[in-house]
């Protein structure tokens, strides 16, 4: 790592990035949108919640010879690699953002010119296309040091990363889960533990930066206020009408993916907790006139948040619940400075992905008696299998249990070539009008 | 006298039904859609008002649905057709619990209770596969009407079992079979039952309740019907015109909300 590289991402990090946003803040402000009345007043942190992640994607492109660099999975216990301070990139978030930029299509099809199935999930084809082609909304990505990657998402993952680690000829660590089928067993948490402690040794190398132990388990303490923190963030929502929609939090969940372990993510869930109490107190809510309740299951759709929440507001629908944004408050609070690594073992293979289908059932159960969910909606996505596999069965089987009416709908959460407006509002409408009287 | 107007505009025809404040059904009328919606809507409207004999401005409410129900300016209200076709099947056929909906480009397959009401639905998702587009390319490509296509699967001895469900590849595995010199009908038998299949895990997803009813224009299929109520094992009650059952039912709620 050079001084003057040093230097360099000092002074971005200082000034560089503290202009750069007092400019597009006031570009924003420019072209400000008409407020919809179906809509609560926007929550004030969303400008707080945009400079933190702009900083973040802008300061990137300094950290050469600055800071080693990783890409992560969004299932990946980044708390260790923050000990050795890699400045992290996710891309299923970078994929989020071109999503929401409407560059999806655009993206993946550079990963389809080179001959990647377009049934691949399409966060990895929009990484492996602008890996390639570098097309990207966020200006321009750091070349990564480090690539490192958990399965206890999918296995999509393994082998997207695997791609990379081959292209650019570095290293990958894989962080392998076992499958959840019944309860967790002592002999798997070994198994997890182990591979952190043959990790150590490679992440100094790579990093350059020894490993210390009192720094891992500030660094896991914080993850878990982070994590608590945005579990509260999310059950402010029990209240009617719920001082946020869904919709909100997919976008509000930024911080806790690809910040998660560093202070700045639980600064900002704090003062997000704050706004959304003092909302509650108020009476505010995020639906104008909310009378149903209802539940998401899977990613959002990036390319159609906007449309959606205003669809669903101007009937007096909110979304309170989401067993996506659920997932970083679900088992993250696990994690225990005495025990780091056997917590952290246990708080990521216990994710929902990498849990049995009871569990998802479960859960699902219990959300819909926590958050008074009138309804849910299913949305099936061929990108990501894990997530729509079972689907059906879980639709049926609370059904019958809770009674709860839901509707499947299919779409992709980037490409938007694979979904149909038309069909999808005409199901959507059928499930409003079989959910009034 | 109160008169109502139901209007399905479907991809492929627009039906329209006129009732009378007794529920009876006064007059029907069925148009191709064609590119302009509205013009088809106004045929079709215009048509139905001259043969129950009524001008427009006796028509007391008026529901429109299907997917062209977005761009009509002058209704009342828009309904999907999903709970049209419910409500539809349900007067014509009250003891119905699974309605089987099998239009130009959806498929659906809807539960409803005792009243008529949706319980549950499950549509086709993009693709034509188990949709009527999928038999109008397939009886395109051996140049019969649909009518005629229908008939002939029934004809069949020896069943040509056909792999793909997807329009493009079962169009030219189809081309192929012909090529070969294969007998017609035996192909055609294999067309309806990769339709039918599609259909029937459709209708697993939602479940057989009560009477089935099919409707939309693919009703009028024989071959489909047939190979369907063979999976079902018992018959299914189809109206004499099939494709009206949306209209019918939009025509049905424009009365119950003018009360
Ligand atoms: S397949 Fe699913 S879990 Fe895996 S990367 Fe894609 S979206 Fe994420």
Redesign the pocket.
């Known amino acids: 790592m050079s001084l003057a590289q040093k230097a360099r991402y000092n002074f971005m990090k200082d000034l560089g990035a503290p202009a750069l946003l007092w400019l597009q803040e006031a570009q924003r402000k420019k072209r400000s949108r008409k407020p919809n009345p179906y809509l609560g007043p926007p929550l004030k942190c969303a400008g707080r919640l945009r400079e933190i992640m702009t900083r973040h994607y802008y300061l990137s492109r300094f950290t050469k010879g600055a800071k080693p660099v990783a890409w992560v999975t ?1 299932g990946a216990p980044v708390e260790l690699l923050r000990v050795f301070d890699f400045y992290t990139i996710y891309p ?1 978030n970078h994929g989020a953002l071109c999503g929401a930029q409407k560059k999806g299509p655009e993206i993946c099809s550079e990963a389809e010119k080179k001959g990647y199935h377009p049934d691949l ?1 399409s ?2 084809r929009i990484d492996l296309g602008h890996a390639f082609s570098g097309k990207t909304p966020a200006g321009r990505l750091p070349r990564p040091d480090l690539l490192f990657c958990a399965n206890n ?2 296995q ?2 393994l082998y997207w990363y695997k791609e990379l680690s081959y292209y650019w000829d570095i290293p990958l660590i894989i962080f392998d889960t076992p499958y959840n089928f019944q309860d967790i067993r002592k002999k798997d948490i070994e198994y997890m533990v182990r591979q952190f402690e043959e990790m150590i040794p490679e992440l100094e190398r790579i990093s350059g930066r020894k490993y210390s132990h009192d720094r891992f388990r500030k660094i896991i303490s914080i993850a878990r206020e982070s994590a608590s923190t945005w579990g509260r963030v999310l059950a402010t929502m029990k209240h009617r009408p719920a001082p946020m929609s869904i919709f909100d939090a997919f976008v509000h969940l930024a911080p806790i993916v690809s910040l998660r372990g560093l202070p700045v993510a639980l600064d900002y869930y704090r003062i997000l907790l704050d706004e959304l109490e003092e909302r509650i107190a108020k009476g505010i809510g995020a639906v104008t006139n909310e009378r149903k309740r209802l539940m998401w299951d899977n ?1 959002a759709v990036w390319f159609n948040l906007r449309d959606w929440s205003s669809l669903f507001a101007e009937r007096g629908f909110n979304f309170v619940a989401a067993t996506y944004t659920n997932a970083w408050a679900e088992t993250i609070h696990y994690l225990d400075e005495r025990f780091p690594f056997e917590s952290m073992a246990r708080a990521y293979s216990l994710v929902i ?1 990498n849990n049995n289908l009871s569990n998802r059932l479960k859960l699902m159960e219990q959300m819909i008696r926590d958050y008074e969910i009138d309804g849910l909606v299913i949305l099936s996505l061929r ?5 729509s596999v079972g689907q059906y069965d879980i639709r049926r089987l609370l059904g019958d249990r809770l009674g709860i009416r839901s509707v499947v709908i299919e779409s992709d959460m980037t490409d938007f070539r694979t979904y149909s407006e038309e069909q999808t509002r005409t199901r959507l409408e059928a499930f409003f009008e079989a959910l009034e009287v | 006298m109160t008169y109502f107007a139901g209007i399905d505009i479907g991809s492929l025809t627009t039906e329209v039904v006129i009732l009378k404040g007794n529920d009876r059904m006064v007059s029907s009328a069925i148009d191709l859609t064609g590119t302009d919606c509205n013009e088809a809507v106004e045929q079709a409207l215009g048509q139905a008002l001259s043969r129950a004999g009524i001008s427009r401005s006796q028509l007391s409410f008026i529901v429109a649905t299907g997917y062209g129900r977005i761009t009509i300016p002058f209704v009342d209200k828009k309904i999907t057709e999903i709970s049209c076709h419910g409500v539809g099947a349900h007067h014509l056929f009250p003891d119905s619990g699974t309605v089987i909906d099998i239009g130009g480009q959806d498929s659906k397959v809807i539960r409803i209770d005792k009243q008529g009401k949706v319980l549950d639905f499950t549509m086709n998702d993009k693709c034509a596969a188990g949709t009527g587009r999928f038999l109008e390319v397939m009886a395109g490509a051996f140049r019969l009407s649909l009518e005629d296509f229908g008939a002939l699967s029934l004809k069949s001895k020896r069943e040509i079992p056909i792999s793909s469900v997807c329009t493009v590849f079962a169009e030219s595995e189809v081309i192929s079979l012909i090529a070969q010199n294969q007998a017609k009908e035996d192909i055609i038998r294999g067309l309806h039952r990769a339709v039918v299949n599609r259909i029937w895990s459709m209708v697993q997803i939602v479940g057989v309740h009560g009477a089935v009813t099919m409707t939309g224009g693919v009703a009028k299929n024989l071959g489909v019907v047939a190979l369907l109520e063979e999976k079902l094992g018992g018959k299914i009650h189809i109206h004499s015109e099939p494709q009206i059952v949306g209209a019918l039912g939009a025509a049905l709620l424009a009365k119950r909300l003018f009360i």
């Open positions: 969004s299923e999930c966060y990895a998402i999918c999509t993952v990613i992905l990108s990501c299998k894990p997530y």
